[in-house]
């Protein structure tokens, strides 16, 4: 089937956590028990994100995680053509291909016109649209307590 590694979903969210939280600072193990996943598991993709300049990494006491760049800048399409590690559909696409067929066979120029497809439609959105106007909800469903604006 056509799906996303686990390690992108889990990007993915990990990245709405942080818009929602906005300029709250959010520790790993927060994330790990909104979405019950992996510390372990979650390090690598925050460091990875980090790199990739999506999110920040405070270290110290008053340390903790933020969003790199506003949910507007972040592109769907590119957050998953950087942490798809794996995008090959078929054995064709990978480079220790041994498929018999291949000089002749039609599947891979097609599958290769449904991925572009894919990640032009994801290149369309940005985290912002995954947030518009949901972000009470989300922050209720993700247990994070709404900041109380004082008067």
Do not use: W
């Not at 067929?101 to 940005?126: G, H, K, W």
Request: aromatic share 6%; hydrophobic share 40%.
């Amino acid at each position: 089937s056509m799906h996303l590694t686990r390690y992108t979903d889990y990007a993915i969210r990990v990245l709405l956590y942080l818009a929602v939280k906005g300029e709250e600072r959010t520790t790993i193990n927060e994330i790990a028990q909104t979405f019950s996943i992996s510390r372990n598991h979650l390090m690598k993709i925050v460091q990875e994100l980090n790199q990739k300049g999506y999110l920040t990494a405070i270290r110290g006491k008053s340390g903790g995680l933020l969003l790199g760049r506003s949910p507007e800048t972040i592109s769907l399409g590119a957050l998953v053509r950087d942490t798809e590690h794996e995008m090959a559909l078929v054995e064709c696409f990978r480079e220790d291909n041994t498929c018999v067929i291949t000089p002749s066979c039609r599947l891979q120029p097609i599958l290769a016109e449904a991925l572009s497809a894919f990640l032009n439609v994801l290149d369309q959105y940005t985290l912002a649209d995954l947030l518009a106007d949901r972000t009470s909800q989300l922050s209720t469903l993700m247990r994070i307590p709404t900041l109380t604006v004082p008067n």
